[in-house]
Structure formats: structure tokens, C-alpha cells
Nanobody, 131 residues
Framework: QVQLVESGGGLVQAGGSLRLSCAAS????????MGWFRQSLGKERVFVAA??????????EDFVKGRFTISRDNAPNPNTVYLQMNSLQPEDTAVYYC??????????????????????WGQGIQVTVSA
């Protein structure tokens, strides 16, 4: 079992920045793919970004390319992932969820966008961008 805890959300003005963090615990050893999704009020959960277990590959949804950056620690917890969000806009307002792909094959640019391949989810953290 893996627990994911997100932090760093909040309220920011348009054009501002936030950095989300997600720390995984509960499973010793190994590294796994991690990602971020978001869900706006009344809409389905959608893919935002993902990073492979090695950190060598990152994937982004088109609407965040050039504005958001996903990264991960090498130590002390290699399953800690960050989402640096710059140039935030009101349409980025959503609950952001961290996810971990632990049991299946390594994530790819194609598979990462599918919520069903992710094994564990955080509780979500609110990001609100005011105009």
C-alpha cells in the first residue's frame, strides 16, 4: 500500500506561481512513475503531467506545456514529486491530485494520460487562481 500526501496548494493571482509537492510513503524500496491530474468543478479528472521512475522522461498535457514543470527528488525520498506551476490562469483552478503507478509496466507518454493505469491517488489539493 502506498500513501500519497500533497501540499503546496492555495490561492494565487493570475500570472503567479505555485509549487505542489507529493510525498509517497508506505512501500519500502523501488521507484515508480508519478504524475498529476486535476479536476475542475463539474468536470472529469484530466491528466496534467507525469514523470517516469528514473526521472529521465516527462510528459505534459498541451494546456500546461511551457508553464508547468514536473520533477522528482533523488534523495532522501526518490518518490517525492513536484509540480512547479508558473503563469497561472483562472482556468487552472482545480483540485490537483498526485498519482503513483506502482504495479504495472513503466508509464509512457500514451499510458500516462489514462487514469486507470495509476494505482494510488492522493486526496487532492485545491489550487485557486483569481483573475
Amino acid at each position: 500500500q502506498v500513501q500519497l500526501v500533497e501540499s503546496g496548494g492555495g490561492l494565487v493571482q493570475a500570472g503567479g506561481s505555485l509549487r505542489l509537492s507529493c510525498a509517497a510513503s508506505g512501500r519500502s524500496g523501488g521507484r515508480y512513475g508519478m504524475g498529476w491530474f486535476r479536476q475542475s468543478l463539474g468536470k472529469e479528472r484530466v491528466f496534467v503531467a507525469a514523470i517516469t521512475w528514473s526521472g529521465d522522461n516527462t510528459y505534459y498535457e498541451d494546456f500546461v506545456k511551457g508553464r508547468f514543470t514536473i520533477s522528482r527528488d533523488n534523495a532522501p525520498n526518490p518518490n517525492t514529486v513536484y509540480l512547479q506551476m508558473n503563469s497561472l490562469q483562472p482556468e487552472d483552478t482545480a483540485v490537483y491530485y498526485c498519482a503513483a503507478a506502482v504495479h504495472g509496466p513503466p508509464i509512457t507518454a500514451y499510458s500516462a494520460t489514462n487514469p486507470n493505469i495509476w494505482d494510488y491517488w492522493g486526496q487532492g489539493i485545491q489550487v485557486t487562481v483569481s483573475a
